[in-house]
């Protein structure tokens, strides 16, 4: 019980469960590049790569974050902050983690391996971005980004400016639905000295502006069809992504923010699923 419990701890303290957002397009610029499914081998050390990053990130976040997560209200319940986990055992934990993402990376291929230290750099940077400019947000979209370039170079062993588009999609896609999150904290970032969309530009041009990053994740990801030949699958994925972004904008208004988390959660994972899906369809079931 001990360990399961420690187990739930660590898996809380990183939100496993929003793996979701970002592992669908690591695995949907795969397939792009292997032009079908890539090897059980290349998936595997894919997925074992996605989440070994991803948890030495939010690790290293919670830990660089905790002051101000036991100051902010909504945050003061995490893991750190409450004394469930201790900053040594959030440490050690990130530490594996990233050693794990080093291990995949050199599995993957030499590249893969080479740039990951540059991939580690950025993640550890985003965590201190919002101490000084409100571009935190592309920080994160960027840091987030890298999974699908972090995929294509495993599939096809070399960097190639084609796969760029889906790259930037999901930057400003994440961008965009960060900067909606983060409205909840609008008055303690300001309290705080702390930057972000809406405690710099307040509640009414932070909402559009995260509707024009998500219009130009749309764009993005309609570009994409001439480059690699996708398929009308493809693009009734993306015509029903457009609708969950719509839907999404619709459950958040400047005068009423209570739809906020369900816009974030449940909307972001139907997004990065809908693109994988369609896009596994336009290889499986060419038209």
């Known amino acids: 019980m001990e360990l399961y419990r420690k187990i739930s701890d660590y898996l809380r303290l990183i939100k496993f469960s929003h793996s979701v957002f970002a592992l669908p397009f690591a695995f949907t610029a795969a397939l792009i590049a292997a032009e079908g499914i890539p090897s059980v081998y290349q998936i595997f050390w894919i997925t074992v790569a996605m989440v070994g990053g991803r948890s030495g990130a939010m690790g290293m976040n919670r830990i660089i974050d905790r002051k101000f997560d036991a100051l902010n209200p909504r945050t003061k319940n995490r893991e750190i902050p409450k004394g469930v986990l201790k900053t040594g055992e959030a440490f050690v934990f990130t530490a594996v983690a990233f050693a794990v993402l080093l291990l995949a990376a050199y599995k993957l291929n030499p590249l893969c391996f080479k740039i990951s230290p540059l991939v580690i750099l950025v993640l550890f940077t985003y965590s201190y971005t919002k101490r000084f400019t409100w571009l935190c947000h592309i920080v994160l979209g960027l840091a987030l980004a890298l999974a699908p370039l972090g995929a294509w170079i495993a599939v096809r062993g070399t960097f190639d400016p084609e796969i760029l588009p889906l790259c930037f999609a999901v930057m400003f896609w994440v961008a965009g639905f960060d900067a909606l999150y983060g409205l909840q904290d609008i008055d303690f970032d300001k309290k705080q000295g702390l930057y972000s969309i809406p405690s710099v530009f307040g509640v009414n041009a932070s909402i559009r502006i995260a509707r024009l990053f998500h219009l130009m994740t749309i764009v993005l990801l309609l570009s994409l ?27 958040v208004k400047p005068t009423d923010l209570s739809k906020l988390n369900i816009a974030f959660f449940n909307m972001n994972g139907y997004i990065s699923i809908t693109v994988f899906v369609f896009t596994l369809f336009s290889y499986l079931l060419p038209l």
């Open 225 to 251: 069809v001439p480059v690699f030949g996708l398929t009308g699958f493809y693009l009734l994925g993306v015509l029903i992504v457009s609708g969950l972004m719509l839907y999404e904008h619709s459950l």
